[in-house]
C-alpha cells in the first residue's frame, strides 16, 4: 500500500529554520506530482508548496514564496520542504501529499494520497 510519511518538524523560534522531509513507498514516485500542506487549529488545510514530476515545475502559496523551498529526490522517492525565515503564523501541521500528474494542483481534492503530518511550532 501507498506510504508517505513526514519527519523533520518541532519547534523552533521565529526566524529560524526546519527542514521537512517526506519519504514515499508503494507509489511509482516519478508519475506523482508531490505537494506540501498545512493545516493549523480551527483553519482549513491549505497549499505550501508543490512540486512536479521531474522537478522544474514549482508552485508556493504567497505566502511562503521567496521563503519555503521545495524539492524532490526520485532516486530516493523523498520530498522536501526547506522552510527559513519562519514566522509564528507558519505555525501548523503540515502533510505531504501525492497527485497523479505532471503538474502539482493547489487544490487538496485533487491530491491522491496523504501522509499523517508533522507538527512545526514556531514561537515569538
Known amino acids: 500500500q501507498v506510504q508517505l510519511v513526514e519527519s523533520g518538524g518541532g519547534t523552533v523560534q521565529a526566524g529560524g529554520s526546519l527542514r521537512l522531509s517526506c519519504a514515499a513507498s508503494?507509489?511509482?514516485?516519478?508519475?506523482?506530482?508531490m505537494g506540501w500542506f498545512r493545516q493549523a487549529p480551527g483553519k482549513e488545510r491549505e497549499f505550501v508548496a508543490g512540486?512536479?514530476?521531474?522537478?522544474?515545475?514549482?508552485r508556493y502559496a504567497d505566502s511562503v514564496k521567496g521563503r519555503f523551498t521545495i524539492s524532490r529526490d526520485n532516486a530516493k522517492n523523498t520530498v522536501f520542504l526547506q522552510m527559513n525565515s519562519l514566522k509564528p503564523e507558519d505555525t501548523a501541521l503540515y502533510y505531504c501529499a501525492a497527485e497523479r500528474g505532471f503538474a502539482p494542483s493547489t487544490a487538496k481534492m485533487d491530491y491522491d494520497y496523504w501522509g499523517q503530518g508533522t507538527q512545526v511550532t514556531v514561537s515569538s
Open positions: 508503494g507509489l511509482t514516485f516519478s508519475l506523482f506530482a
Open positions: 512540486v512536479g514530476r521531474t522537478g522544474p515545475f514549482l
